[in-house]
């Protein structure tokens, strides 16, 4: 029998504490991973209260998940870029509602700087001069294949990884297609105007 590598028991150790709702690694996971939360929806047209409604959801959310495993993370880092990922999801989400489309001109999130899960910055120009009402009318126009993929990544929050295998590419392909699907809406927002 293999012994565990001292990294892989200290892993699973953090994850049984989770699991097992150790107070003190609760604690850390929250404070440590709070102030990046706030910068990125202070620097998305948030206020403090939002960061910490957005952070307190996606907490909750993370810890159900491991608790339920429903997200086995393999590391501490993994814990710290899942809860990343669902807060900028629901930031993204309260962006996109509505109410929120009707008071904020897109215009005003020209330092958008959402980072994807590879940690890119998403290069998202069209929002800069444009209402997200003008680019849903320019992903109307666009072809069924890249509407699918974007409507995948955004909007239901795949992996690339994940879509890689729905479309039978590698990732590597994928992330070219998504690439290539935002400057074909680029160019038809642009078009458009």
């Not at 991973?33 to 948030?46: R, S, W």
């Not at 993370?73 to 870029?81: F, H, Y």
């Not at 120009?125 to 069924?144: C, H, P, S, T």
């Amino acid at each position: 029998m293999q012994e565990k590598s001292p990294i892989l028991a200290k892993n699973q150790g953090f994850i049984v504490a989770v699991q097992n709702n150790d107070t003190q690694v609760l604690k850390n996971l929250y404070v440590t991973n709070y102030p990046k939360i706030e910068i990125l929806v202070l620097k998305n047209n948030g206020s403090k209260d939002q960061a910490k409604d957005i952070y307190q959801d996606a907490f909750l959310a993370v810890w159900q998940n491991i608790k339920q495993n429903k997200f086995v993370p393999k590391s501490e880092s993994s814990i710290n870029g899942y809860l990343y990922t669902i807060a900028k999801n629901k930031w993204l989400d309260v962006l996109r509602s509505q109410g929120y489309k009707k008071t904020i001109v897109a215009s005003q999130l020209n330092h958008f700087e959402i980072k994807d899960e590879e940690n890119n910055n998403i290069d998202d120009d069209i929002l800069k001069d444009k209402r997200l009402e003008d680019v849903m009318l320019a992903f109307k126009n666009l072809g069924q294949a890249c509407k699918s993929l974007l409507r995948k990544f955004y909007f239901e929050k795949k992996s690339m990884n994940l879509i890689a295998e729905e479309l039978a590419l590698d990732s590597a392909s994928t992330r070219n297609k998504k690439y290539r699907c935002m400057q074909k809406l680029r160019e038809i927002a642009l078009k458009n105007n």
